[in-house]
């Protein structure tokens, strides 16, 4: 005798939800208590992973003074000094990699800014490591090229480096006086 349209699909669809049932009950039959035993692998809370960055400059509001004779005709090249302070929470070391200073005028990102290298920093400070948990003043007295305007503020954007070589960054602007 013919089987009617559609029952063959029928079996298979009924197969198929048998088989389903039988592995989800002895699945469930089949669990393990892993309380007792050693884990495998552990995760870190995302607290522990990524630092916590505190960047600033001392002072807070820093003085700029022309300094003539560095070839720039009407307009003179500006100076001024000052310490940029990394403060580091968590538990990863950081290595100060590279900073980029601006003078601002308050209407655009300011004149060419003055990048600060791995080797000029390490030339100047030898190893740049700021510990987790601590804090580390880096002192700088940056000269800038000729100045076609009035600096209103500085900007500094710091890039540093953790141990396994992943990058965060930071920036800092204060007000000159």
Known sequence: MPCPRGSAN????????VTLIVVLVLGTACDVDYRDR?????FSPIAEITPFITTSIF???IVVVPVFGFGCGLFPSLATN???????SGKSDLFLRETTFRLLDGTHRG???????TADLEGKFGPTLVRAGTRRSFG??????CGTFVPRSLSADIVLVDSVG???????VVPIQ
């Open 10 to 17: 029928n079996f298979g669809i009924v197969t198929l939800a």
């Open 140 to 145: 700088f007295a940056p000269q800038f090229g």
């Open 166 to 172: 992943m990058r965060h960054d930071a920036s800092v």
């Open 82 to 88: 000052f310490d940029l302070v990394i403060s580091v």
């Open 59 to 61: 002072p807070t509001a």
């Open 111 to 117: 004149e060419t800014p003055l990048l600060v290298s």
């Open 38 to 42: 050693p884990h495998l692998a552990t």
